[in-house]
T-cell receptor, first 115, second 113 residues
Framework: DTGVSQNPRHKITKRGQNVTFRCDPI?????LYWYRQTLGQGPEFLTY????????KSRLLSDRFSAERPKGSFSTLEIQRTEQGDSAMYLC?????????????FGSGTRLTVV | AQSVTQPDIHITVSEGASLELRCNYS??????LFWYVQSPGQGLQLLLK??????LVQGIKGFEAEFKRSQSSFNLRKPSVHWSDAAEYFC???????????FGTGTQLKVEL
């Protein structure tokens, strides 16, 4: 098991373009989380899945953002019509059951730069 | 609302010196607390966590943290810092019914050789 994998590691896009990130969690983990981290800040919760069901979304997740986890395995996070304010590190994490038991395992993140 | 405060934005210590990074939390019930470390351009690595029981918890890389309910604190310590410890450190509390982490703003650690 190689941990949580995120692709791509870096993405530069022009304002107004759509981008999609992928996260592959640890195989036996049923929960998957997305966080966003801007410069000088701690990560902020965006959304989480239990298996294929998206159970909670933050107010930070505007209508331009959509996340999916088909079949309860990998997940994708899509941002439509990107804005400069979307520039951030997007982190994925997974856990087996509730994080209260085991905590999260984070991936290395996808750094998005919108120019 | 639940929150975590890390009062020190930057800390500089000499290699071999002791380290203490401060974390204060605001949470109504018994908190589940974490310390993570992040190297430049990387994701977060879990150093240690506190759920219950012994208030002094040991983590990886020689780190430990002490939970003090009376002070609402969960400070991270290391007796002797190594140059490779230079990174950003985040304290977090589990919120949202155990489904999400609320992080502090982080403390950037610089180690002088």
């Amino acid at each position: 098991d190689t941990g949580v994998s995120q692709n791509p590691r870096h993405k530069i896009t022009k304002r107004g373009q759509n981008v999609t990130f992928r996260c592959d969690p640890i195989s036996e983990h049923n929960r998957l989380y997305w966080y966003r981290q801007t410069l000088g800040q701690g990560p902020e919760f965006l959304t989480y899945f239990q298996n294929e069901a998206q159970l909670e979304k933050s107010r930070l997740l505007s209508d331009r953002f959509s996340a999916e986890r088909p079949k309860g395995s990998f997940s994708t996070l899509e941002i439509q019509r990107t804005e400069q304010g979307d520039s951030a590190m997007y982190l994925c994490a997974s856990s087996l059951g509730g994080a209260a038991n085991y905590g999260y395992t984070f991936g290395s993140g996808t750094r998005l730069t919108v120019v | 609302a639940q929150s975590v405060t890390q009062p020190d934005i930057h800390i500089t210590v000499s290699e071999g010196a002791s380290l203490e990074l401060r974390c204060n939390y605001s949470y109504g019930a018994t908190p589940y607390l974490f310390w993570y470390v992040q190297s430049p351009g990387q994701g977060l690595q879990l150093l240690l966590k506190y759920f219950s029981g012994d208030t002094l918890v040991q983590g990886i890389k020689g780190f430990e943290a002490e939970f003090k309910r009376s002070q609402s604190s969960f400070n991270l310590r290391k007796p002797s810092v190594h140059w490779s410890d230079a990174a950003e450190y985040f304290c977090a509390v589990l919120t949202g019914g155990g489904n999400k982490l609320t992080f502090g703003t982080g403390t950037q650690l610089k180690v002088e050789l």
